[in-house]
C-alpha cells in the first residue's frame, strides 16, 4: 500500500534556481526519508529525518517535517543540471513486528542547463 | 563496501522460461528486499528478508519465489511469468530489520522484459 504522497508530480526548473517538493502521509512514523533515482537506476538515500526532529540540512538539501500535519518538504537550493531525477519519500510501516519502507508517487525534476 | 550489487543488468524471457535474478551485498546488513518498479511509478515491495527468513511476503504471486542462502545473497527465482511482470526489479539491504531507522541502500536493478 502506498503511504506518501508527493507533490508536485513533476517538476521542471532553470539550473541556479531552487525546486521545492513536498510529501504527505497518512499514519504515524518513526522517521521519514528522502531518495532520489535516476532512469532507469537504483534509489539512493539522500536524508533521514526522525519523527523528533523538525529540520535538517545535507549540503544542498534542506528537509522539513511537520508531523501534526502529516507532511514533509525537500528543497534543494541552487539546482544543477545534474540534479535531473525522480525523487521519492519514503515512510517506514510496522507489519508484524518488521518494519516496511514504504514510498510514495515520486516527484519527477527536470533542471535545464 | 557500500554496494549491493544486482545481477543480470537486463533480462529478456518468454513466459515459458525459469531464470533468477541475483543479488548480493557484503556490508554485514540483516535485511534484504525485493521490489518491482513499472515506469514512473514508485517501487512496491514484494519481499522482505529478515535474519535471512523470510518474514514479509506481499502478496506475491507465486510465479515469484525469493531464496535467502546465507546473509549476504538474495535470489529471486522466476518461472512462468506474464508479459505484465514487465519492470525494473530492485534489490536492497539495511543494516538491521527491527530498528525501522535504518536507510536501504539499492542496487542498480534488473530491467526485465517478459515476451
Known amino acids: 500500500s502506498q503511504q506518501g504522497e508527493e507533490d508536485p508530480q513533476a517538476l521542471s526548473i532553470q539550473e541556479g534556481e531552487n525546486a521545492t517538493m513536498n510529501c504527505s502521509y497518512k499514519?504515524?512514523?518513526?522517521?521519514l526519508q528522502w531518495y532520489r533515482q535516476n532512469s532507469g537506476r537504483g534509489l539512493v538515500h539522500l536524508i533521514l529525518?526522525?519523527?523528533?526532529?523538525r529540520e535538517k540540512h545535507s549540503g544542498r538539501l534542506r528537509v522539513t517535517l511537520d508531523t501534526s500535519k502529516k507532511s514533509s518538504s525537500l528543497l534543494i537550493t541552487a539546482s544543477r543540471a545534474a540534479d535531473t531525477a525522480s525523487y521519492f519519500c519514503?515512510?517506514?510501516?510496522?507489519?508484524?513486528?518488521?518494519?516496511?519502507?514504504?514510498f510514495g508517487r515520486g516527484t519527477s525534476l527536470i533542471v535545464h542547463p | 563496501d557500500t554496494e549491493v550489487t544486482q545481477t543480470p543488468k537486463h533480462l529478456v524471457m518468454g513466459m515459458t522460461n525459469k531464470k533468477s535474478l541475483k543479488c548480493e551485498q557484503h556490508m554485514g546488513h540483516r535485511a534484504m528486499y525485493w521490489y518491482k518498479q513499472k515506469a514512473k511509478k514508485p517501487p512496491e515491495l514484494m519481499f522482505v528478508y529478515s535474519y535471512e527468513k523470510l518474514s514479509i511476503n506481499e502478496s506475491v504471486p507465486s510465479r515469484f519465489s525469493p531464496e535467502c542462502p546465507n546473509s549476504s545473497l538474495l535470489n529471486l527465482h522466476l518461472h512462468a511469468l506474464q508479459p505484465e511482470d514487465s519492470a525494473l526489479y530492485l534489490c536492497a539491504s539495511s543494516q538491521s530489520p527491527q530498528q525501522g531507522y535504518e536507510k536501504l541502500f539499492f542496487g542498480s536493478g534488473t530491467q526485465l522484459s517478459v515476451l
Open positions: 499514519t504515524s512514523i518513526n522517521n
Open positions: 519514503a515512510t517506514v510501516l510496522t507489519s508484524g513486528g518488521s518494519y516496511i519502507p514504504t
Open positions: 529525518i526522525r519523527s523528533n526532529e
